[in-house]
């Protein structure tokens, strides 16, 4: 029942009397009801006043629990609330010593419009008062808190997203499903698909900063990637950083987790975590060494689709690095094109997306290799690019000023080995490569003062091959 009605029925109490209408009263029965009449009007109106004050007091209590909602606007709902309550009516005895006849107050009463009525409207106006600050607190609720309003974005969604394949990476072991990873297509892409946004926004030659760890090539071998990881530190990308030197892919039997954990520690640490580019990130060599058929066997259907989301990735991967400007990286070696003063800024200006071509600077610093037999540059037995001898190497460094070149590319017995008097350096970091070879793989440990060191990952010759078909 609501307050209009609950008036009207108050007032409507004396016509219950129905015997009065048709009979003629007398002066003391007149008299007598008129001071009836004028008591049950004094207790409606100290009744109307008693639930004003009611109402009042508990839109007082609304109104401070709105104001506690830090994200309300509890200000705004006060003020109208406050400008919709009028002033409780005042009681006139003057104006209850004249009321009129039973018969005649309930016509009126009943006729009269509910704005004539000043109970009726203070408890209409009550009633909307009262209703707005529910609202105003069903909308304050509605309103997100400090607490919810800093919700991951989707940037941090992305990031738990990654979290959670680097968990399910880090715990997979060799002798349990041949220690692959469950994942959908789906997932591997979203994680493709954020790594070539960062290698977009990265340059061709980066400029980074020691202390680093360098690493050379891992070629599937995903648990010989997790012992470098146990060795050198994990990745944090700040105390323990690290750059990448290529061929993550091939060869090995579990290229998909290696690229995809190397992806997600690049996405996670984008400012500690490097990766370049080597000759078998490159569609025409993968598809031939591996990685193609492993995608194929592992995603069925979507495998092709997966390696070309791939190949596209990698075809925006840097190709080289300077380590304060002292320290030169690559995956191969070093190219005429580049033994003029400035002419660094070639390898900077390198265009992306681009597959490896068959000559050219870029070509050159994929796979070019050193040569102890020779001075100068020589043809190259693998049929692409050049060889060079220790005079051009010190010419290079003179020219740039650079300390030390550091590369991979090629299978070295102790994972690492100097060439032109300690002025370049071979990382392999793959021990018992392809399980034919017993060599051991290292990691080159730059420290602030750009002083270096190695940690050798060492072979085990009791292992087994371990391709599956």
């Known amino acids: 029942m609501t307050d209009d009605s609950a008036a009207v029925e108050s007032n409507g109490g004396p016509q219950s009397n129905d015997g009065l209408s048709s009979e003629v009263a007398t002066s003391s029965a007149a008299q007598s009801n008129a001071d009836a009449n004028h008591k049950a009007s004094t207790t409606q109106e ?6 004003n004050n009611n109402d009042d007091e508990e839109n007082s209590l609304s109104m401070d629990g709105v104001q506690y909602h830090p994200e309300s606007n ?8 406050n400008a919709m309550s009028p002033e409780p009516p005042a009681t006139s005895a003057s104006s209850s010593s004249s009321a009129p006849p039973p018969q005649a107050q309930a016509q009126a009463q009943a006729q009269a419009p509910e704005q004539n009525n000043p109970h009726s409207n203070n408890n209409n106006n009550n009633k909307h008062a009262h209703d707005d600050v529910k609202q105003e607190e069903v909308t304050s609720q509605a309103v997100p808190s400090k607490a919810q309003a800093s919700q991951p974005p989707q940037e941090t969604q992305q990031s738990a997203e990654v979290d959670k394949v680097i968990e399910s990476l880090l715990s997979l072991r060799r002798n349990v499903n041949r220690g692959c990873l469950n994942i959908s297509c789906e997932s591997v892409e979203k994680v493709c698909l954020q790594t070539r946004q960062i290698f977009m926004s990265e340059a061709a030659l980066l400029e980074i900063d020691a202390p680093m760890n360098i690493v050379g090539d891992i070629h599937g071998q995903y648990f010989d990637l997790l012992r470098a990881f146990e060795l050198a530190g994990a990745p944090d990308g700040v105390n323990t950083r690290y750059i990448f030197l290529g061929d993550y892919v091939d060869r090995g039997s579990h290229s998909l987790e290696v690229i995809l954990l190397l992806f997600c520690y690049k996405i996670k640490y984008r400012n500690g975590f490097y990766l370049l580019r080597g000759n078998h990130e490159c569609g025409t060599i993968n598809r031939i060494y591996g990685f193609f058929d492993e995608c194929k066997r592992r995603f069925s259907s979507d495998g092709i689709r997966l390696w070309k989301t791939f190949t596209d990735v990698f075809n925006y991967l840097p190709v080289a690095a300077i380590i304060d400007e002292k320290i030169f990286c690559m995956h191969g070696g070093i190219s005429p094109q580049i033994m003029k003063r400035g002419s660094l800024q070639q390898i900077a200006n390198i265009k992306r997306p681009t597959d490896v071509p068959d000559r050219g600077l870029l070509c050159d610093l994929l796979w070019a290799d050193p040569d102890r037999f020779i001075d100068t540059w020589g043809p190259n037995d693998r049929g692409v690019s050049y060889t060079f ?11 740039h000023e650079i300390d030390l070149i550091c590369r991979a590319h090629q299978v070295v017995e102790d994972g690492y080995e100097f060439f032109g008097a300690r002025t370049l350096v071979t990382l392999f970091s793959a021990p018992n490569y392809c399980n034919e070879f017993d060599n051991a793989g290292a990691i080159m440990k730059v420290d602030g003062s750009l002083l270096c060191s190695f940690s050798v990952i060492k072979p085990n010759s009791k292992r087994k091959t371990r391709f599956y078909k």
């Not at 100290?46 to 639930?51: D, R």
Request: glycine share 12%; proline share 0%.
């Open 46 to 51: 100290n009744a109307g006043n008693s639930h």
């Open 74 to 81: 509890g200000h705004s709902a006060v003020e109208s609330t």
């Open 389 to 399: 001898g220790a005079a051009v190497l010190h010419q290079f460094l003179s020219i």
